[in-house]
């Protein structure tokens, strides 16, 4: 029985990576190219998600400060998910709405690149900081599923993965934020 369950996860996981090759190729390649404008430009990435996508944040953040694939120099990202002071200041003070709003206000400045990652597009925290992004000039991405949510129109680029799944969402997410993390890798080995 287990086996089975196995092999229709794993299928299903498959399926749908499928999908979004065929169907989110060009804008992958798209984000891939805003994060190498951003960094060429001198500017930041910033990452932010809540639960399971606030530790693919972390986690894609850590791939570009310390490496992915190759030896390169660190690139600057953050995670807005990780300051504990700042995370309980505003949670007990303008509150948990305002999280990632205040950060992209305080962090944030024209030319740097804002990362959302969410599988509703619902969540209050990150329809706040896209439009604080919005205000301070900063461009931002949304990697998204279950229609996007009010989030996709918020954004300048919606990578939205074509699925209902929390779980299958989260896995294209890390998949998706690999494949740039490969691309931004080729591009600072061939520069030397």
């Given at each position: 029985m287990s086996e089975s369950a196995v092999r229709i996860t794993l299928s299903e996981h498959v399926a749908l990576a499928e999908r979004v090759s065929e169907e989110l190729s060009a804008s992958i390649s798209r984000y891939a190219e805003l994060v190498l404008a951003t960094?060429?430009?001198g500017g930041k990435l910033l990452f932010c998600?809540?639960?399971?996508s606030a530790a693919d944040a972390?986690?894609?953040a850590a791939e570009f400060v310390v490496h992915f694939g190759v030896e390169r120099k660190?690139?600057?990202?953050?995670?807005?998910?990780?300051?504990?002071?700042?995370?309980?200041a505003v949670g007990n003070g303008p509150g948990f709405d305002a999280l990632f709003e205040r950060q992209v206000?305080?962090?944030?400045?024209?030319?740097?690149?804002?990362?959302?990652h969410s599988t509703s597009g619902e969540s209050e925290n990150l329809?706040?900081?896209a439009a604080a992004a919005r205000a301070r000039g900063l461009t931002s991405v949304a990697l998204l599923a279950k229609g996007?949510?009010?989030?996709?129109?918020?954004?300048?680029?919606?990578?939205?993965?074509?699925?209902e799944s929390t779980a299958r969402a989260q896995e294209m997410h890390i998949i998706i934020e690999h494949v740039v993390c490969e691309i931004v890798d080729r591009a600072y080995t061939s520069q030397g």
């Open positions: 960094l060429a430009g998600g809540n639960g399971g972390q986690h894609v660190g690139l600057p990202a953050i995670a807005l998910t990780t300051d504990s002071s700042i995370l309980t206000e305080a962090l944030g400045e024209a030319g740097d690149l804002l990362v959302l329809l706040r900081a996007g949510g009010r989030l996709r129109d918020r954004v300048d680029l919606a990578l939205v993965v074509p699925t």
